[in-house]
């Protein structure tokens, strides 16, 4: 079946460090969100990306989906304390059973 | 708009006893979903209905889980009997349509089966 996998599993960063999370799917993609999870909280919509190439940026989050549709990254610039907490990428495959199957997730640790 | 509501928040229970987790959903959506979320096996869909109706119940563990959706502003997922392994959090979420729209999920219900 379909598998959507993230690395890395963890990292921790120094606050004001960069962080990259990226997404790669078994089978092509036709759209992809990303989710954010605090700790003990659920996850919350940040954004989608449906054409191939596409990148889009909310402040200091950088949003990229491959040219092949089957991986997807989240980069976060100058990390701060709030960026903490868990990142889930979460595609919808054009074969198959039309759901979005959710990664494998990020965790995201800023040391102040 | 209140979001997506779960209850109870938070479940105790012991092994064999019949566990029932209840969402309401976003009004006007016409999706949705259940997941179960664990440190093994990530976030897993569960099943999803449209207008109240199950469309994909693949991710069902076994026939100790079931899940009804009788109206568009009521769902439940039933374990019957219960088991340790079942110890997990219980999202649902619901979403105007199935894709190009966002998932908007509840606090989730923290089960533990003893």
């Known amino acids: 079946g379909q598998q959507v996998m993230q690395i890395p599993q963890y990292q921790h960063v120094q606050e004001g460090e960069d962080f990259t999370t990226y997404c790669n799917s078994s089978?092509?993609?036709?759209?992809i969100q990303w989710y954010k999870q605090r700790p003990g909280g659920h996850p919350v919509f940040l954004i989608q990306?449906?054409?191939?190439?596409e990148v889009k940026k909310q402040k200091r989050l950088t949003f990229q989906f491959g040219e092949a549709k089957k991986n997807s990254s989240l980069h976060i610039t100058a990390t701060q304390t709030t960026d903490v907490g868990t990142y889930f990428c979460a595609g919808v495959s054009t074969s198959g059973t039309y759901k979005y199957i959710f990664g494998t997730g990020t965790r995201l640790k800023v040391l102040a | 708009d209140a979001g997506v509501i779960q209850s109870p928040r938070h479940e105790v229970t012991e092994m064999g006893q019949e566990v029932t987790l209840r969402c309401k959903p976003i009004s006007g959506h016409d999706y949705l979903f259940w997941y179960r979320q664990t440190m093994m096996r990530g976030l897993e869909l569960l099943i999803y209905f449209n207008n109240n109706v199950p469309i994909d119940d693949s991710g069902m563990p076994e026939d100790r889980f079931s899940a009804k959706m009788p109206n568009a502003s009521f769902s439940t997922l039933k374990i019957q009997p219960s088991e340790p392994r079942d110890s997990a959090v219980y999202f649902c979420?619901?979403?105007?349509?199935?894709?190009?729209?966002?998932?908007?999920f509840g606090p989730g219900t923290r089960l533990l089966v003893l």
């Open positions: 979420a619901s979403s105007p349509r199935l894709a190009g729209e966002t998932q908007y």
């Open positions: 089978t092509t993609l036709s759209n």
């Open positions: 990306l449906v054409k191939s190439g």
